[in-house]
Structure formats: C-alpha cells, structure tokens
C-alpha cells in the first residue's frame, strides 16, 4: 500500500473502502457538523446515526432528504441521553466510529468512559493521536499525546506508541520511525520521562512494536530535519525522518498541536484511541476541514 504523505489525499484512500463507514454523531447542530456530514455523504465514504438533542437546521434536513438511504435520526431530550445514545449504537455493532458535534467533550466522555456502558475497556489505555500535514515535511506526522494523558507512565508511553504504529500501518507506513521527543538527547534522572524512554526503546529493540524503529530523547527539530541531526552528531535511523513524535507530556503535545496549526500553516486530524472504535472529539477551534479530515482517518 502507497504511504498516506498528506490529508488531502484521502479522497483517493476512502474512495478503495469496501463499504461505507457507520458514524455515529452526537448533536449535529452546528455549521461546521453539517459541513463535515454534507463532504462525507457526498464522497460516499459514510453513513450516519444522528443523535440530536434540539431541532435539526434547515440546510441539514435537506442533505438527510438527499442522502435519505444513508441517514437515520435518532432524537433525544438532551445533550447527555444524545450522547449515551450514540454510544449505545457502537455498543449494538450499528456504529465503527463515534463524533461529537456541539455537545461539550467531557458529556460526551461520561458516556464513553462509563464502566458498565462506554467504549473503554478494563485495562486499556485511552490517548488522543493527531495526524499532521505541514509545508515543510514531505509526509504525514503523528503525534501524541495533546489532550488526554498528563504524564504518561512507561506502560501508558507502551499503548500511545501501539497506538501510533497501529495507525501508520493503517495508512501504509509499514516500519515507522518514532522519536521520543524531550529537550535533551540524553537518559537523565532529572527528566523522568527519558527513563521511561530508555525502557521504551529496549522493548522496541525485542521486537514489541514490530518492525517500528524507535529512538531518543531528541527534539522535534532533529527528528524531522536530518541537517540538523548530522550537525549533532547524532547517528539514528529516527533522526530527520520521523513518522511519529512522542511528546513527553500533555504541555508539550498541547504547545506542539497549537504552533503548528497557527504558525506553520498545519493541516490537522485528531481522534481518540484505545476506545472499541475511534472517537472523534474536535475542539471548538478546529476548522470544519480538520473536523472533516478527523472523521475520515477515523474511518480509514
């Protein structure tokens, strides 16, 4: 399979999908939802199960009575029973993939995260996984975590980077390149995390991510620019040519998520992993296009 190198090459990739994805979306009662369910419908890649919480706008109901064969309504009192309704139909196997619209994340994570009816189970890791297209790389970028984990532990860092290589190999890269990203390129006691690194790598080096290649600490510069790696020294597979950044905490990831999409003219996806399908929960400043892409990666 041809590596995904960018977002709006997607199209091609959704069009090859056997069938269309189930989506099941909380309160689509916005313009932004609207446009993300108009794009997908059109391109043939999904079908919907709305769950609202108020009246539907005009605009939408006449995409449902266009795409009537594709959309079903589902409607409810509230923000909270929209949520553990769509929730209830990934549970049923009537939905592949979970997004909210105008209904606040954390409503929607009550139902996601309940113990007796959510979408995580016992033992699993959630992170949030975002996939990035900037002018200045010639490839997809997927970094984590910037909105989930706080500080990983070792075995949360072990899910977040199966959760990442889990997704490149969905996109095509079949050996990605991870850096664990820290201000310094040396295992230090002071940083914690690069103990937590150093673990890491030697899992990797015993073949726990499979044919992934792993290295660090380095910063983001060294990872993504080779130049910069050879002035330092630094010999690595990872260096100048990674497919994964690992952040060391949610500060950075956060920091890293918000630079790149306001200075450097990024393109971003961005959904939940861990769960039993992936969840699609777009911030409010997130363009209807990133909202967009987020549901087809997440469909993909």
């Not at 996984?129 to 970094?143: E, H, W």
């Not at 399908?277 to 363009?287: F, G, L, Y």
């Given at each position: 399979m041809e590596p995904l190198r960018d977002l709006t090459s997607l199209s091609r990739r959704l069009s090859a999908l056997p069938c269309r994805r189930s989506v099941a979306l909380a309160c689509p009662h916005d313009s932004h939802t609207e446009y993300v369910i108009g794009r997908a419908l059109i391109e043939?890649?999904?079908?919907?199960?709305?769950?609202?919480s108020g009246e539907l706008s005009p605009s939408l109901m006449d995409v449902i009575e266009t795409h009537r064969d594709y959309v079903r309504v589902?409607?409810?009192?509230?923000?909270?029973?929209?949520?553990?309704?769509?929730?209830k139909a990934v549970r049923r196997g009537d939905a592949e993939v979970l997004m909210k619209g105008t209904v606040n994340t954390d409503v929607l994570l009550h139902a996601v995260l309940d113990k007796q009816n959510g979408l995580l189970e016992p033992g699993r890791v959630m992170t949030h996984?975002?996939?990035?297209?900037?002018?200045?790389?010639?490839?997809?970028?997927?970094?984590?975590d910037a909105a989930?984990?706080?500080?990983?532990?070792?075995?949360?860092?072990?899910?977040?980077?199966?959760?990442?290589?889990?997704?490149c190999r969905r996109f095509g890269i079949d050996s990605p390149r991870i850096a664990l990203t820290h201000c310094t390129e040396k295992i230090n006691e002071r940083f914690p995390h690069t103990l937590s690194y150093a673990e890491i790598i030697s899992r990797a080096g015993c073949g726990d991510y499979g044919t992934a290649v792993v290295d660090g600490p380095m910063d983001v510069k060294t990872a993504l620019d080779a130049h910069s790696g050879d002035i330092k020294g630094i010999r690595s597979a990872v260096a100048g040519?990674?497919?994964?950044?690992?952040?060391?905490?949610?500060?950075?990831?956060?920091?890293?998520?918000?630079?790149?999409?306001?200075?450097?003219?990024?393109?971003?996806?961005?959904?939940?992993?861990?769960?039993?399908?992936?969840?699609?929960?777009?911030?409010?400043?997130?363009?209807?296009?990133?909202?967009?892409?987020?549901?087809?990666?997440?469909?993909?």
């Open positions: 043939g890649f999904a079908r919907f199960i709305l769950t609202t589902i409607t409810c009192s509230d923000a909270a029973e929209a949520s553990r309704e769509a929730v996984i975002t996939a990035a297209s900037m002018p200045a790389v010639d490839r997809l970028i997927i970094f984590s989930v984990i706080p500080r990983p532990t070792t075995e949360q860092f072990d899910a977040i980077i199966r959760a990442c290589t889990d997704a040519h990674a497919d994964v950044l690992i952040f060391p905490n949610i500060e950075a990831g956060n920091t890293f998520y918000k630079t790149v999409t306001l200075l450097a003219s990024a393109t971003t996806a961005g959904w939940l992993a861990g769960t039993t399908v992936p969840v699609v929960v777009a911030s409010r400043a997130d363009s209807h296009v990133s909202k967009f892409y987020s549901l087809a990666l997440a469909c993909l």
